[in-house]
């Protein structure tokens, strides 16, 4: 009797918690994953227009210093717009998802991207100026994204529909 209860008979009757620290993770899960997907699309167009060496071996350090140290100026400029992108994109869907703790979301997804630049940062090694700039363009990106979806959500509050109880109180963070 007690185990028949974790059967799920139909599709249909399996339901996604609604509590607050499962909405966070998947909207920070979510935030990353559209933060990847950015950043690679991005620098997959970067590589059209400047494509690696075709005996370039990307695990040899030494291979990957010398050919970052001779890429030209605009080839790093799209790994920076990329991570400025992917960071814009990720909190913009991240705060969209976390409604009410948006900011939270943000800042935990926020933080994360910018620990992935750095260790990127750190294993190959690139100008000072790369790495300052890719440093640079990341918060204000990320207040940018967060800011955007404070801004959908509160348009979203003043359109009436059946799910106001979730976006009250939004100015509340």
């Given amino acids: 009797m007690w185990a028949s209860s974790f059967i799920i008979v139909s599709p249909m009757d399996f339901t996604i918690p609604q509590t607050p620290h499962f909405r966070n993770f998947v909207s920070i899960l979510c935030a990353m994953v559209a933060g990847v997907i950015v950043v690679g699309t991005i620098e997959s167009i970067g590589?059209?227009?400047?494509?690696?060496?075709?005996?370039?071996?990307?695990?040899?350090?030494?291979q990957m210093k010398k050919h970052v140290a001779n890429l030209?100026?605009?080839?790093?400029?799209?790994?920076?717009?990329?991570?400025?992108a992917g960071i814009f994109t990720?909190?913009?869907?991240?705060?969209?998802?976390?409604?009410?703790?948006?900011?939270?979301?943000?800042?935990?997804?926020?933080?994360l991207f910018t620990l992935m630049v750095i260790l990127m940062l750190v294993k190959i090694p690139s100008p000072?100026?790369?790495s300052i700039a890719g440093?640079?363009?990341l918060a204000p990106s990320a207040f940018l994204?967060?800011?955007?979806?404070?801004?959908?959500?509160?348009?979203?509050?003043?359109?009436?529909?059946p799910d106001d109880h979730v976006l009250t109180?939004?100015?509340?963070e």
């Fill in 135 to 137: 440093i640079v363009v």
């Fill in 145 to 161: 994204g967060w800011s955007i979806s404070r801004m959908i959500l509160i348009r979203l509050k003043s359109i009436p529909g």
């Fill in 128 to 130: 000072i100026w790369f």
């Fill in 72 to 84: 030209p100026v605009a080839a790093m400029l799209f790994v920076i717009v990329g991570w400025a």
């Fill in 47 to 62: 590589h059209t227009f400047y494509p690696p060496p075709a005996d370039l071996d990307m695990s040899n350090a030494e």
């Fill in 169 to 172: 109180d939004l100015n509340a």
């Fill in 90 to 111: 990720g909190c913009l869907i991240g705060g969209i998802m976390g409604i009410r703790k948006g900011r939270f979301c943000c800042l935990v997804f926020g933080l």
